[in-house]
T-cell receptor, first 114, second 114 residues
Framework: GNSVTQMEGPVTLSEEAFLTINCTYT??????LFWYVQYPGEGLQLLLK?????DKGSNKGFEATYRKETTSFHLEKGSVQVSDSAVYFC?????????????FGIGTKLQVIP | ETGVTQTPRHLVMGMTNKKSLKCEQH?????MYWYKQSAKKPLELMFV???????ENNSVPSRFSPECPNSSHLFLHLHTLQPEDSALYLC?????????????FGPGTRLTVT
């Protein structure tokens, strides 16, 4: 079956530090890959996505590249802010008979300190 | 209202109570989902409705009963719950299509079973 592996954290960084959150996956075929973010007290929001190999998703300074050869989709940001403190979920999605079958990672909590 | 809304945001219930969670999406999507989010665990998919038909039921105990009266509304009826059912219950929606599109999440209902 499909699976997504990411570090649980928490990851604690100082403001303006470089961020990497690793994500690897196991899946059949060619899934789409996503990063979702969850701020305290809220639901998940899509941060970025990539739908095929070598695609780079980017949003709000975050980037991730779909690497089929290493089955990875690592999230990076060059300079984090306190407002980036949240839980980040890596996910893969396959269309399954008309709906999205999504497998989520466990979520990585990021704390950015001033 | 825009996006996906959920009510109530917080719910405390005893093990013998009956309550319902409500989800409404204002996005014109035709697939809706219930997830359970517990600490230290990946999101667990509970139910999926596509075009108002239940298409997935991931071995969820019968004390959880979903209802999808139309493509915009989704309910989760709860009865005789257990303390381990305490969690954040998230509703999501997506567009039924051949592509892989993201899911849009509501803010969740924080359920505490006493």
């Amino acid at each position: 079956g499909n699976s997504v592996t990411q570090m649980e954290g928490p990851v604690t960084l100082s403001e303006e530090a470089f961020l990497t959150i690793n994500c690897t996956y196991t899946a059949t075929g060619y899934p789409s890959l996503f990063w979702y973010v969850q701020y305290p007290g809220e639901g998940l929001q899509l941060l970025l996505k990539a739908t095929k190999a070598d695609d780079k998703g980017s949003n709000k300074g975050f980037e991730a590249t779909y690497r089929k050869e290493t089955t990875s989709f690592h999230l990076e940001k060059g300079s984090v802010q306190v407002s980036d403190s949240a839980v980040y979920f890596c996910a893969l999605s396959r269309n399954s008979g008309g709906y999205q079958k999504v497998t989520f990672g466990i979520g990585t909590k990021l704390q950015v300190i001033p | 209202e825009t996006g996906v809304t959920q009510t109530p945001r917080h719910l405390v219930m005893g093990m013998t109570n009956k309550k319902s969670l409500k989800c409404e999406q204002h996005l014109g999507h035709n697939a809706m989902y219930w997830y359970k989010q517990s600490a230290k665990k990946p999101l667990e998919l509970m139910f999926v409705y596509s075009l108002e038909e239940r298409v997935e039921n991931n071995s969820v105990p019968s004390r959880f009963s979903p209802e999808c009266p139309n493509s915009s509304h989704l309910f989760l009826h709860l009865h005789t719950l257990q303390p381990e059912d305490s969690a954040l219950y998230l509703c999501a929606s997506s567009q039924d299509s051949a592509g892989s599109y993201e899911q849009y999440f509501g803010p969740g209902t924080r359920l505490t079973v006493t």
